[in-house]
Structure formats: C-alpha cells, structure tokens
C-alpha cells in the first residue's frame, strides 16, 4: 500500500470530531498518518498530529490536493438530518471526490446505514442520497467497502447515553409503541477496527455489523434506570403519537430526535447481527452504560451484570 519506510496515509472524510470519528483516530493513529477534511478544527486531531485540510466536503472543487499520496479514503460525512438541497450538495461533493480516488485506484470505505423500512428509503433525502452515494461507491473502480453499523455506543453518542440522561432528568420516560423492538449497539471503536481492515485489505463488499446481544429495548430503559436507583416509570405512546412528538421536536428546532428515527426503531429492523468480518470479542453495552451513569452521577453504580437476549 504503501513506499518503503512510509507509513500509509488515509484521507479522513467528515473528521474525528464526531462519535465514529473520535473511535477512528484512535483506531488509525498509531500505524497511519492521517489527513482530514472537515470545516472546524478538532482538538484530538491536533493532538495526533493529524494533518487538517480546511473545507467545506460539499462545496470543494478540487480534491485532487487532498489526495495526494493518499493510500486510502474513509468517507464519515453525513448529518443526521436536513434539506433536499443540503444533501444534494454533499453528494455531489463526495462523488467530485469519489472520481479523483477512482482515477488514483485508492481505496474507498464507505460508511453508511443498514437497510430501513421502504417508506424511509424512498421518502427522505437522508437516505436517497446516501443510498445513491453507496451505489456509485460499489459500482466504482476502486477497491471499497460499505460498512453499515446499527446503532453506536460510546461516549457522547446521541441515542443511549441521551437516554440515560433525559431518564435520570425527568420523573417518567417515554416509551414508543411497547418496547417489545430489538437493538443489538455495537461499540464504536468495534466499528472504528472494521474500517480499519476494511481500509487495509478492502472486500470488495457491503458488510452490516451489528452488537453481540439483540436486546429488547424496553430491557435496555430498565436496566438504565435500575443503574439509576430509580424506578421504571414510561409515558406510553402509540406509533403515531411517538412520530408526532418527534416531528414536534423537529419543528421548534432541536435535534435530540427525529421522526424517522423513531420510525425506523419502532421497524424492528435495527438488531443486526454480528458480523463475521470483525475478529475477535465485541463489546457489549452494559459495562458502557454502568460507566456512563457513574460519569453524569458522580457515584459508583450497582453491578447488575450482563442482560440475557429477548425474544
């Protein structure tokens, strides 16, 4: 991959600054140089000597600068949620970049979603422009991976850690539908070593990665609070009033959740399995979330041990 006595150089799409992103530069720092395109500086970054290009990734012109003596692209850029027209812009962006990396025959890993409900797939930019981005990725010329991890965990993450939180905050915890949905999360940094092989010997394929225990969501709520001293207590809401809520967030502007979130857990599609590409244990989430509690609490929490899978 790489000349004698150089380390290789990966290309950085979207930065270290986010969940995955902090887990990949842990992941890659110690044997690859690395090069990030993102907009504002990142402090981890700075630390690892990570080289930081400046850029807006939708509205670059020129990548071929930034693909200079690159070895291989890990593209992390998405947001959660936005306009037809801001999603455009950063497809087009990554495909400007997709070509260069194609005429350069440098690898492309590709990190994206599992498959969601057809009335998400089809009914919002989040996902028809992502979903474009994946296929011009695996019909390239390029050696590539797509990576599809379920939901993460790690420090700062927006769906359990934000759990925990609003359940320790609040008296009771809204509950969509009946909890009877399965999550199998998958740490971060377990992701963070599939990208990274991925970037070394690219597979040629799409790889969904899922945790080692499909839990039923209600289990994981009831374990947060039990971590919490506190006792179970749920605002119960039907599909369509948990949708509704969410759109209501959306409207008066936060992003602590959106309707299609909501939608695609209340799917049931979301407790992928174990991936055969990841060697060795994975991560499960109770120690994560033991750890987390004991971090927004200030106190040890009880050892309640590991949670069996539900049917």
Do not use: C
């Amino acid at each position: 991959m790489s000349g004698p006595g150089r380390r290789p150089r990966l290309l950085l799409v979207g930065g270290g600054g986010g969940l995955l992103g902090r887990a990949v530069l842990e992941e890659f720092a110690p044997t690859w140089s690395i090069r990030s395109v993102h907009r504002h500086p990142v402090e981890r970054e700075r630390a690892l000597g990570v080289e930081w290009v400046a850029a807006d990734v939708g509205a670059l012109a020129d990548w071929t600068p930034a693909l200079r003596e690159v070895d291989a692209v890990v593209n992390l850029a998405w947001y959660r949620w936005g306009s037809d027209g801001r999603f455009r812009a950063l497809e087009a962006g990554l495909e400007r970049m997709r070509v260069v990396a194609e005429t350069r025959g440098t690898p492309f890993v590709q990190v994206s979603v599992p498959p969601a409900p057809a009335s998400l797939e089809a009914g919002i930019p989040y996902l028809t422009y992502k979903r474009r981005f994946d296929g011009a990725v695996r019909s390239g010329r390029s050696p590539f991976a797509v990576i599809r991890p379920t939901l993460m965990f790690a420090p700062g993450d927006v769906l359990l850690g934000t759990m925990l939180r609003q359940i320790r905050r609040y008296p009771i915890f809204p509950m969509f539908g009946d909890g009877a949905y399965h999550l199998s999360p998958i740490a971060a940094s377990d992701v963070a070593r599939a990208i990274e092989r991925a970037a070394r010997t690219p597979p040629n394929a799409t790889i969904d990665l899922g945790g080692p225990v499909s839990y039923r969501y209600r289990d994981l709520t009831d374990r947060m609070f039990a971590l919490l001293a506190k006792r179970p207590r749920y605002w119960h809401l039907g599909r369509r009033g948990a949708v509704g809520l969410a759109r209501l967030l959306q409207r008066i502007g936060s992003t602590l959740l959106y309707a299609y979130e909501v939608e695609w857990l209340l799917s049931d599609t979301l407790a992928l399995p174990p991936s055969s590409f990841l060697e060795g244990p994975l991560a499960r989430v109770e120690p994560y979330l033991r750890a987390e509690t004991e971090r927004v609490t200030g106190r040890p929490a009880p050892e309640l041990g590991p949670m069996g899978p539900k049917g």
